[in-house]
């Protein structure tokens, strides 16, 4: 017996990273999946994005799970082409259960020198882009009076982080965004939640530009990366997190184990929100 047995959800952001342990996690515990991926590359946006390649490589791992999968490439910050996402899944499976509202971008630069597209692109996918996801999704769980909604905010919802103005704005309005959603639909008996991951190992943070971040200069290398996390988190012996910690956390938050929880925020971040500051001593075994 799985903890999501029957289930179906929805997960945006399923090419690679936390979306596909999300997906790979969620099939394991017995759902079907309709995985949705923008499968390109914004302007803005420094490194590579996920592909159409990796979002066949999700679905292939949620087969192996022995759960159907459905792949959608779809924008988060196109109305029409989330509400044909989940037309199309609800065509394929009958009903969503689920949906962990992942999608996500980050980049660096000081507020005053954000261009439009950088502010436009980052509030677009980031933000807009939950409220998107989830606008295109509730009118079935409302229609059922069912659902569990899970967004992935970030220890930034919590806090700024220097130079990345956009991006801090944008985690801060997506957890304001999910206690209206879960008050709003708390009637029907739908619940939505947040995850606020610290620094999680994906490609959004394993590029030259979180190297340079933890190094404190440019050139800066993985090592400073491992390095620089095990000063960011509190928790014995962690550096960057593994895409699992947060995918279990929204297992918990979609399972019948968190049935009467809703409104909450979870910081899955070793931690860190507890340092002022950070970590000068670090326990690293």
Not at 128 to 139: C, M
Not at 174 to 194: D, Q
Request: charged share 20%.
């Amino acid at each position: 017996m799985g903890l999501l047995d029957g289930k179906v959800a929805l997960i945006t952001g399923a090419a690679r990273g936390q979306g596909r342990a999300h997906a790979v996690t969620c099939a394991r515990e017995g759902a079907d999946v309709i995985v949705v991926d923008l499968a390109d590359q914004l302007s803005t946006v420094p490194y590579p994005m996920g592909t159409a390649d990796e979002l066949a490589e999700t679905v292939n791992l949620v087969e192996k799970q022995g759960r159907r999968a459905l792949a959608v490439e779809a924008d988060v910050r196109d109305q029409a082409a989330l509400d044909q996402a989940v037309s199309l899944g609800l065509a394929e499976f009958g009903k969503i259960d689920i949906l962990i509202a992942n999608a996500g971008i980050w980049t660096r630069k000081p507020f005053w020198e954000l261009s439009d597209d950088d502010w436009e692109q980052m509030i677009g996918v980031n933000l807009s882009g939950v409220w998107r996801t989830a606008k295109a999704l509730t009118p079935h769980m409302i229609g059922r009076n069912t659902g569990s909604i899970v967004i992935i905010a970030s220890a930034n919802g919590l806090e700024p982080g220097l130079n990345y103005a956009h991006y801090v704005s944008a985690k801060h309005g997506v957890i304001g965004l999910m206690k209206n959603i879960a008050l709003e639909l708390a009637p029907y008996g739908i619940r939505c939640n947040a995850i606020c991951p610290g620094a999680i190992d994906t490609p959004m943070i394993d590029n030259q530009s979180a190297y340079d971040l933890f190094a404190g200069e440019p050139g800066g290398t993985r090592g400073h990366l491992d390095e620089g996390a095990y000063h960011f988190n509190a928790l014995k012996a962690t550096s960057v997190l593994d895409p699992q910690v947060v995918a279990d956390t929204a297992l918990y938050l979609n399972s019948e184990l968190a049935s009467v929880v809703t409104g909450a925020v979870i910081p899955v971040d070793a931690g860190h929100g507890l340092l002022t500051g950070f970590n000068h001593a670090p326990v690293k075994s």
